[in-house]
């Protein structure tokens, strides 16, 4: 079987990779994530894959145009179901991307990550092989979770701190904000002045 399978970031395809090529499918990667925000760390993810790659030898077609207005078009107004705009976004494009390449199937390293909304994914995934009439190739790949964490710090990958948006960059400082703030209340209640 020939699959394209949607690529977020190196780290998230170093398990689901091997996995799909031990049962025997033909992959080519699809790098296309307008959801990554700003422009500094869309590239970096993207060199990230490229690194990847490279060592695993992977046809990678990357979508380099950044896609912030794309994005925030679908997004702004709905922010309380961002993900699900989110994910409709990049498995609808790998889904026609797929079939424009004839390729059998599509799938996603989305399924590798903990921190994503496994079943909304999966849903989405039907959703478009329905739509498009091409097979949505479903696994979970969470159960290689740390097996895939090692494998980015021994190929020496970029490993992104927030997922990719600009909401989630905000809300990786926001928490950092808070504990600086709770720190200094601390301090400020055992100073004795
Ligand atoms: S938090 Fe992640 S999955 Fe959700 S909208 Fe932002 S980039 Fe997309």
New binding site residues.
């Given amino acids: 079987m020939k699959l394209l399978l949607h690529i977020c970031c190196g780290p998230c395809t170093t398990y689901p990779l091997p996995v799909l090529r031990d049962a025997g499918i033909e992959v080519q990667g699809y790098f296309y ?1 307008p ?2 925000h700003p422009f500094r760390e869309f590239k970096k993810r993207m060199d990230g894959v490229r690194m990847l790659a490279e060592q695993e030898k992977l046809p990678v077609e990357y979508e380099q145009e950044y896609g912030l207005c794309e ?1 925030l078009r679908r ?1 702004v107004f709905h922010e309380h179901r ?2 699900q ?3 409709r976004m990049r498995l609808e494009q790998t889904a026609i991307k797929a079939r424009e390449k004839g390729l059998e199937a599509f799938s996603t390293t ?1 399924l590798y990550s903990r ?3 496994h079943a909304a994914i999966r849903a989405l995934g039907r959703e478009m092989e329905e739509k498009y009439q091409i097979a949505f190739y479903y696994a979970d790949f969470r159960e290689g979770w740390q097996e895939g964490i090692d494998r980015s710090i021994d190929m020496d990958l970029y490993r992104q701190a ?7 960059e905000q ?1 990786r400082y926001d928490r950092q904000l808070r504990q600086k703030k709770k720190k200094q209340g601390e301090c400020e209640n055992n100073c004795d002045r």
């Fill in positions: 994530n959801n990554i994005y997004v961002r993900c705009i989110c994910y989305l921190y994503q909304n927030y997922c990719g948006c600009i909401y989630s809300e």
